[in-house]
Nanobody, 117 residues
Framework: QVQLVESGGGLVQAGGSLRLSCAAS????????MGWYRQAPGKQREFLAT???????HYADSVKGRFTISRDNAKNTVYLQMNSLKPEDTANYFC???????????WGQGTQVTVSS
């Protein structure tokens, strides 16, 4: 059974930082690309970042320079370090294991991040 479990969300003031974690089980984590998305109320789900099994990263322009994706393959965990948070970063943040020719796509249940002004 595949599980992606996010944690680390919460309430933070503008300019602050949070680190989100996503613990994966039931997948070949070390060879899977992993990603983070977010969805604000009334908006579409937005891509944030991905990281390959080998550590190659890719970011959306909206978070480049403020957010950092990383992973610990020994712990089957992917992280999203978020700095200089803004009220517009308020959203539900989701962990994602994208589909590929060999793998199905999976999503976590999300963790809420609220940034106060």
């Amino acid at each position: 059974q595949v599980q992606l479990v996010e944690s680390g969300g919460g309430l933070v003031q503008a300019g602050g930082s949070l680190r989100l974690s996503c613990a994966a089980s039931g997948i070949a984590f070390s060879i899977r690309t992993m990603g983070w998305y977010r969805q604000a109320p009334g908006k579409q789900r937005e891509f944030l970042a991905t990281i390959t099994g080998g550590g190659i990263t890719h970011y959306a322009d909206s978070v480049k320079g403020r957010f950092t994706i990383s992973r610990d393959n020994a712990k089957n965990t992917v992280y999203l370090q978020m700095n200089s948070l803004k009220p517009e970063d308020t959203a539900n943040y989701f962990c994602n294991a994208p589909s590929s020719i060999n793998f199905k796509e999976y999503w976590g249940q999300g963790t809420q991040v609220t940034v106060s002004s």
